[in-house]
Each structure stands twice: as structure tokens, then as C-alpha cells.
């Protein structure tokens, strides 16, 4: 099988890259700048990610999108991850906007691939864990339009976002499937508390007190799987860019670091660990690639979920213990994407839970 990217393909991951390099989420002190802005991201970068197409590519024509498939979302989440962009792509577009356009809402989703609107799904609850289809948050009819009450818990982006995608039912009772829908709610009309994330973001605890929401026409499992798994592919992808950067990273600086009056990297000991991380960096990537290239019901995705998250932390520790003290601060790009990765290993299910639906999946 060629696994070799196309030419349209490769000028993509091209101007993914040049857009990574000018965000400068490499440069610790610019990164710190960004993080402190309102929502925790810079919105004129968000636009850029709009006016370069990215935040339409993932999404079907049908909706106005661009139509990328799984490799495109790859290529373009490994490059994100490369540079440590600090733009919510992976767990507020592709979550939020999937179930936009799994219910046909291209008014919805039109202002949020314009750049104009950040989404977030607001679908964990306290008591569910990672169980998605765990939902006690209520709706209720009331003269012809839908009210919410309930709470969400570590809404990703939550306190960046502009619209909420919100999990509730009609009838039954917290993990039964029937009576689950999904609503569209206006952030600003919820309660929100927000917190920042370990890498940086805002995320939040949302409250509803008869919340006025908009019902999606939409059947609730298969939107949830679709964007579950959309959204896990470029978590495993973006893990695995800023894997490959702690890899260089720490390659480069066990040339230059002298102790007993040789370069680290010379010792055989710091060599072998090296090689050992890099061995799980092309496992990894191997396990994307097939991630993005077989259509098995998901189960290439929750393997790479898994796998991916716990070679990408693997790595990043072993790049902090060769930058000592030093590399769990903010004041390295090492701390920085550790963080990342912890937080992307956790996002809408931890790897226990990815490999659950994996061999549920076989």
C-alpha cells in the first residue's frame, strides 16, 4: 500500500506548517501571550485558519465545507500539533461542528467555518465519566420552543466558545438510550464556570437553569460516533506532531548539554532511551496512518486513541527527565507539550477508555 501523500495533499500539510511557523507556539513567551488573551487563543489566528479554508475542509460540501477526509484531518492535526498551535481545532471544531453537520445545521455551521464563531460540546456530566450516552441534563418542551436544565461537566473550550452543542433527554432515565437528543444552545444564555485546562485553555462547568435551546434534527448515536471518532483521530494526530517535536527537541539538546566534559548524547545509556522513544514515535505514526486510511467501524481509531496517547507521554517524560528541572516549567517548549498531550490523551474518553471501544469494536 503507498502511503505517500498526494500532491494536493502535501501542499496542504505545506501551508499547515507555514501557518504553525507564524503562530509561533514554539516561542514560550509568545505561546504564555496568546494563552492570556480572551478564550485563551488569539480569534485573528482563528480567522486566518478560516480565510486558509481549515476550519471548512473537514466538513462535507453539502454543508458548505470543503470535503477533507480522515488523511486530510490527519495531516493537517500532525502539523497543528508540530507547532503547538494554540487555536481550538481538534476539541472545539471538529467535536462541535461534526454533530452541526451531522444534523444538516449548515446555519449554524457556517459562521463557525467562517471564523466568526467558536463552538464547544458540552456533552460529559459528572456521573458519566467518558460515557457520553450517560445524560442527565433534561429538556423540556414549553410553547413551542425547548428549555434545559441540568449541568456539564469539562466543556473543552467552553469558556472560549460562542455556541454550546448540548446533550440532553426527553424521557428516561441517565443511560438509557432512548429519548437522547441533541440542542443548540447560545453560550451566553448558560451559566458558565470557567477554569483554564492544564495546556492552557478555558474550559468550563456549564449550568442550565430553563435554558432556551434549539432541538437538531438528528439521530443522537450516530452523531456522537461520528464525531467521537473524528475528533479522536486528530487527538492521536496533534499527539503525535508534538510527540516528534519533544523527540527533536530533545535530540538537539543532548548534543549540546556537557556533563563530565561530554555532550550527553554521547553516553550509550542517553542514546538507547533515544532510540526507544523514537521507536514509539513510529509506532505511533504507523498507528495513524491506519487510523486514517481503514473505514472498520472505528476500532482503528480507538486503538490509535490508546496507543498514541500513551506513547506520546511516554515521550514527553523522557523529554523532560533529559531537560531536568527545567523541562516541566513554562519556560520550555517541553512543559508546553506535555500538557498539551495530557490534556488531548484525556479528551471526550483517557486511553482505558479508548481501548474499552476498541475491543468492544473487534
Known amino acids: 500500500m503507498n502511503f505517500d501523500l498526494s500532491e494536493e ?81 481538534t476539541e472545539a471544531l471538529l467535536m462541535a461542528g461534526t454533530l452541526l453537520e451531522a444534523a444538516g445545521a449548515g446555519d449554524a455551521l457556517a459562521p463557525v467555518m467562517a471564523g466568526t464563531a467558536v463552538p464547544a460540546a458540552a456533552l460529559g456530566e459528572r456521573a458519566g465519566r467518558y460515557n457520553l450516552f450517560h445524560v442527565e441534563t433534561r429538556a423540556r418542551a414549553e410553547g413551542g420552543a425547548w428549555r434545559l436544565l441540568g449541568e456539564k461537566s469539562a466543556v473543552w473550550q467552553g ?88 523527540h527533536e527537541t530533545t535530540l538537539a539538546y543532548v548534543k549540546t548539554r556537557v556533563q563530565f566534559g561530554r555532550p ?29 486510511v481503514v473505514d472498520d467501524g472505528g476500532r482503528a481509531i480507538a486503538g490509535a486513541k490508546a496507543y498514541v496517547a500513551e506513547a506520546a507521554l511516554a515521550v514527553a517524560h523522557e523529554a523532560v527527565q533529559f531537560h531536568g528541572g527545567m523541562g516541566v516549567t513554562d519556560e520550555l517548549v517541553v512543559g508546553h507539550g506535555l500538557k498539551r498531550i495530557q490534556m488531548l490523551a484525556r479528551l471526550h474518553g483517557d486511553p482505558g477508555e479508548a481501548r474499552r471501544r476498541f475491543l468492544e469494536a473487534a
Open 9 to 89: 495533499q502535501t501542499l496542504l500539510k505545506a501551508t499547515v506548517e507555514r501557518y504553525g511557523a507564524a503562530c509561533g507556539g514554539l516561542d514560550t513567551e509568545r505561546r504564555r501571550r496568546q494563552r492570556a488573551m480572551p478564550g485563551g487563543f488569539d480569534r485573528a489566528r482563528w480567522l486566518e485558519l478560516a480565510d486558509l479554508g481549515l476550519l471548512a475542509l473537514p466538513f462535507g460540501e453539502a454543508v458548505g465545507g470543503l470535503g477533507g477526509g480522515p488523511v486530510e484531518l490527519m495531516v493537517v492535526a500532525e502539523a497543528i500539533g508540530r507547532h503547538l498551535v494554540a487555536e481550538p481545532v
Open 159 to 246: 469558556g472560549a466558545a460562542d455556541c454550546l452543542l448540548v446533550s440532553a433527554r426527553t424521557r428516561g432515565e441517565a443511560r438509557e438510550p432512548a429519548g437522547l437528543h441533541l440542542f443548540l444552545v447560545e453560550a451566553a444564555a448558560a451559566e458558565r464556570r470557567v477554569w483554564r485546562a492544564a495546556d492552557g485553555s478555558l474550559a468550563a462547568e456549564v449550568r442550565f437553569h430553563d435554558t432556551p435551546a434549539r432541538l437538531l434534527d438528528v439521530d443522537f448515536g450516530d452523531a456522537i460516533e461520528l464525531a467521537l471518532g473524528r475528533t479522536w483521530l486528530a487527538a492521536a494526530a496533534e499527539m503525535l506532531g508534538i510527540a516528534a517535536m519533544l
Open 264 to 292: 550527553i548524547g554521547s553516553f550509550q545509556a542517553i542514546q538507547h532511551r533515544l532510540v526507544d522513544t523514537f521507536a514509539l514515535l513510529e509506532q505511533a505514526r504507523s498507528m495513524v496512518m491506519r487510523a486514517a
